[in-house]
């Protein structure tokens, strides 16, 4: 289950930092998918459409590859349904108020060496290595 | 037209990257996480190879006068660290950590129909909606504290 897979890590991440790349020479912003989303939802965003339009191609792509490469997506669950709502919710509030997630600050802050996004990429890290031990290794049982 | 087809086009890349790279399957992201179990370093690989790529091609695309599809480059310019950072990555972690879904991963899960991801998204979009009630009514007590949106 947990195959070290450096590979199709590393060609996949060089494919995330393209389209950031492209995104920067197209549009001018930063491709962070919780900022993009926010905007989505938020209304009076002025560049809502091409906000949409990223999204939209986020999730015709999981459509696709569903359909030509299953094997991409998880056929079994740890977590319980309750768990991942309570996940969606701390996921959806947190990169709101810390204005970003594992591509705006993980992936673009740290590629600008923006401070900001060093701290918050090693804040998330350290309470999602948090959490993991605390769930499998204390808690154990559940997952 | 062709600003909102572009925009179409890299998210659909991204999203391509982030499903060969396997960050789609929450498996891999608490593969990641768990330090003390069979600790699987992909995501470090991904964001290494993401970062190398981004970290030059910044440096050349930020030269240009003006984005192709935009007047001007759209770039964050804080450098504080302030307590609404740290306590929001902090929660985005614990929840990274709960589900095994960041919002790219758990929005192109969306799209492959999976209910763990139908219910990660629904999650999120109140958690982001819940945010921004909160920022709104914030900033209409101290109009002082300007929120702003992008990392």
């Known amino acids: ?41 938020r209304r009076g965003t002025s560049d809502r459409a091409l906000r949409f339009w990223f999204i939209a191609g986020l999730v015709a792509t999981g459509a696709l590859v569903r359909s030509l490469f299953p094997a991409a997506f998880a056929t079994t669950w740890t977590a319980t ?7 969606g919710l701390l996921v959806g509030f947190g990169t709101q108020l810390g204005n970003g ?9 740290i590629s600008r060496l923006s401070v ?23 808690m154990g049982g559940g997952r | 037209m062709k600003s909102n087809a572009a925009a179409f086009g890299i998210g659909a890349l991204f999203a391509l990257g982030l499903a060969v790279s396997g960050m789609t399957k929450p498996s891999k992201i608490e593969g990641f996480l768990d330090l003390a179990g069979a600790w699987d370093a992909s995501l470090l690989f991904v964001m290494v190879g993401a970062i190398a790529v981004h970290f030059i091609a910044y440096r050349i695309v930020i030269r240009q006068p003006s984005p192709l599809f935009d007047t001007a480059f759209h770039l964050p310019t ?28 758990g929005l192109v899960a969306l799209g492959s129909g999976s209910l763990n991801a139908v219910v990660f998204v629904a999650g999120m979009t109140l958690g982001i909606l819940a945010e921004q009630v909160v920022a709104r009514t914030a900033a209409s007590r101290r109009p ?8």
């Open chain 1, 1 to 41: 289950m947990n195959d070290f897979t450096p590979i199709p890590a590393l060609l996949g991440g060089a494919l995330i930092g393209l389209a950031a790349s492209l995104f920067l020479l197209t549009h001018g912003k930063v491709a962070g998918i919780s900022g993009l989303y926010g905007g989505v939802l």
């Open chain 1, 81 to 87: 349904l309750p768990l991942v709502l309570v996940a």
């Open chain 1, 101 to 109: 997630c594992t591509s705006g600050h993980g992936v673009c802050g």
């Open chain 1, 116 to 138: 900001r996004s060093l701290v918050a990429t090693a804040t998330f890290m350290a309470t999602g290595f948090a959490t993991v031990f605390v769930m499998r290794h204390l």
């Open chain 2, 78 to 105: 804080r450098r504080d660290v302030d307590p609404r950072l740290v306590v929001g990555a902090a929660l985005f972690g614990i929840g990274w950590g709960l589900g095994g879904f960041c919002p790219g991963p």
């Open chain 2, 144 to 151: 002082d504290l300007v929120r702003r949106s992008s990392p």
